[in-house]
């Protein structure tokens, strides 16, 4: 049973930081892409940032320049750090990872529960 868990999130400002860590446990192989989405009152779900396991990283317009994206292999660990946080920041942010469980067979997506969000005005 693999899992992702989620934590960092909060209130937070307007202009603020916060940083969100996600560790994944449990019966891994190799992880693949790791990465963050959110998904905002009313709204749909939405990629967030993505990095490979060669540390190339992906990164949506809206928080390109703001949120950098990181991975601590070691550790089975994605993390987010967010600055400059807006009210449209605000949501639930969701751990994605695309895992292995064992070899010889094709990555499988796994998500966290979530961690909320919230910066105020």
């Known amino acids: 049973q693999v899992q992702l868990v989620e934590s960092g999130g909060g209130l937070v400002q307007a202009g603020g930081s916060l940083r969100l860590s996600c560790q994944a446990s449990?019966?891994?192989?190799?992880?693949?892409?790791m990465g963050w989405y959110r998904q905002a009152p009313g709204k749909q779900r939405e990629l967030v940032a993505t990095i490979i396991s060669g540390d190339s990283t992906n990164y949506a317009d809206s928080v390109k320049g703001r949120f950098t994206i990181s991975r601590d292999n070691a550790k089975n660990t994605v993390y987010l750090q967010m600055n400059s946080l807006k009210p449209d920041d605000t949501a639930v942010y969701y751990c994605?990872?695309?895992?292995?469980?064992?070899?010889?067979?094709?990555?499988?997506?796994?998500w966290g529960r979530g961690t909320q969000v919230t910066v105020s005005s």
């Open positions: 449990g019966s891994i192989f190799s992880i693949n892409t």
């Open positions: 994605y990872a695309a895992i292995k469980i064992r070899t010889y067979i094709r990555a499988n997506d796994y």
